[in-house]
């Protein structure tokens, strides 16, 4: 069940991409962030009532604490910078740079974790990484430099949070419920969140946001719930070397929706690209 948990995952995630991307025209992407955070602690904590699972956290150990909380900076930290990148950068562009947290990911997991590694994974990995940087491409109109390698920057730094994040969340969940798990964890992005928005001012933007704008926020943080908990649930019982690339799948619904509603063009690169990605994660299921 973990693999189709992971590929839930991926399918939602493609999805929040281009709901995240419709969200941030013309919006501060701090903001953007706080109240996607806020909808995903709501449906997370829903989940969790209905699921009757609260009732664990008398249970839980400082140990699975402190894994969950750092996790949820990790990912908060991951958030704010991908979203930063997504106001400077295409959807194509960005995307396919976070994802280099796949491969980054899966070194964590086999050095720390000491999952297996396999000459298939091995290639898996070389070919993801390979298909990854095809997919990354500049853009070629009369922006200035500094702007270019903004987006690129924080995209980077979105990587290797998230790719720490993985690590730190399979050991927060291991004893506790997933659901319960990614709730708490939310709790502490939402807090980080909020905290950035009133650090750096931006709290008067939340004002300015269209609702259509605001209508693509909400629906990305019900999708971003729905990915985080098929995500967390498959790294409870799957190996996150495993389970990371199948969740980076995300990016075949990414590039088909960028494409088709927001008009982003694919190049022949790109998809050469996408297919090495494909490949390699199709590998690990071997």
Not at 125 to 144: D, P, R, Y
Not at 217 to 225: K, R
Request: some cysteine.
């Amino acid at each position: 069940m973990w693999i189709l948990y992971a590929f839930l995952s991926a399918i939602f995630a493609g999805i929040t991409s281009i709901l995240a991307k419709i969200g941030l025209k013309n919006t501060n992407s701090n903001v953007v962030t706080a109240i996607r955070t806020l909808v995903v602690l709501v449906f997370a904590w829903t989940l969790v009532v209905i699921a009757g699972t609260y009732d664990e956290m008398s249970h839980i150990s400082g140990k699975t604490l402190f894994f969950l909380i750092t996790s949820g900076l990790a990912t908060g930290a991951s958030w704010l910078c991908y979203f930063k990148a997504l106001t400077v950068g295409d959807v194509n562009k960005v995307t396919p740079v976070d994802k280099t947290s796949t491969v980054l990911a899966m070194i964590i997991a086999i050095i720390f974790l000491h999952e297996s590694l396999t000459w298939l994974k091995g290639l898996s990995m070389v070919l993801i990484m390979a298909g990854t940087f095809l997919m990354i491409e500049f853009k070629e109109n009369k922006e200035s430099q500094l702007q270019k390698k903004s987006w690129l920057f924080y995209a980077i730094l979105s990587s290797v949070f998230a790719a720490i994040t993985s690590t730190l969340g399979k050991i927060g969940v291991s004893d506790i419920d997933s659901t319960l798990g990614t709730a708490i964890r939310t709790i502490v992005v939402l807090i980080m969140a909020w905290v950035v928005v009133f650090v750096t001012g931006s709290q008067g933007e939340i004002k300015k946001i269209q609702k259509k704008n605001l209508l693509a926020i909400c629906a990305s943080g019900i999708t971003t719930g729905g990915s985080w908990i098929f995500y967390f649930k498959a790294l409870q019982t799957g190996d996150v070397s495993v389970v990371v690339p199948i969740d980076k799948l995300s990016i075949i619904v990414t590039v088909a929706f960028s494409a088709l509603f927001l008009k982003e063009k694919v190049s022949g690169k790109t998809l050469l690209g996408l297919g090495f990605i494909v490949a390699g994660t199709l590998l690990l299921l071997v």
